[in-house]
Nanobody, 116 residues
Framework: QVQLVESGGGLVQPGGSLRLSCAASGFTFSLNAMRWYRQAPGKERELVAGITSGGSSTHYADSVKGRFTISRNNAKNTVYLQMNSLKPEDTAVYYC?????????WGQGTQVTVSS
């Protein structure tokens, strides 16, 4: 079955960096676009970044452009989110996502807290 397992979250000071990873299994990773979402307390889940199956095209929410970078390693079935210049408003649970045959699949999420 499809599994997405996020890791790399934690507590970081404003201006700091984190790299999130999402290990995928149960499907042909290299054929699927991948996305990172986040959900802050009391807010709706929002799309942060996406990457095409081959990695040639990416897109970002306006709020993270220039600070976050999504990438993937198809040989390792892993997608990454490099987060730089973190702000307190980036605090959220971050989720990995993919879509297969009309179904959405999510990881369990990893908590990112930006605070001094």
């Amino acid at each position: 079955q499809v599994q997405l397992v996020e890791s790399g979250g934690g507590l970081v000071q404003p201006g700091g960096s984190l790299r999130l990873s999402c290990a995928a299994s149960g499907f042909t990773f290299s054929l699927n676009a991948m996305r990172w979402y986040r959900q802050a307390p009391g807010k709706e889940r929002e799309l942060v970044a996406g990457i095409t199956s081959g990695g040639s095209s990416t897109h970002y929410a306006d709020s993270v452009k220039g600070r976050f970078t999504i990438s993937r390693n198809n040989a390792k079935n892993t997608v990454y989110l490099q987060m730089n210049s973190l702000k307190p408003e980036d605090t959220a649970v971050y989720y990995c996502n993919t879509r297969l045959r009309g179904n959405e699949y999510w990881g369990q999420g990893t908590q990112v807290t930006v605070s001094s």
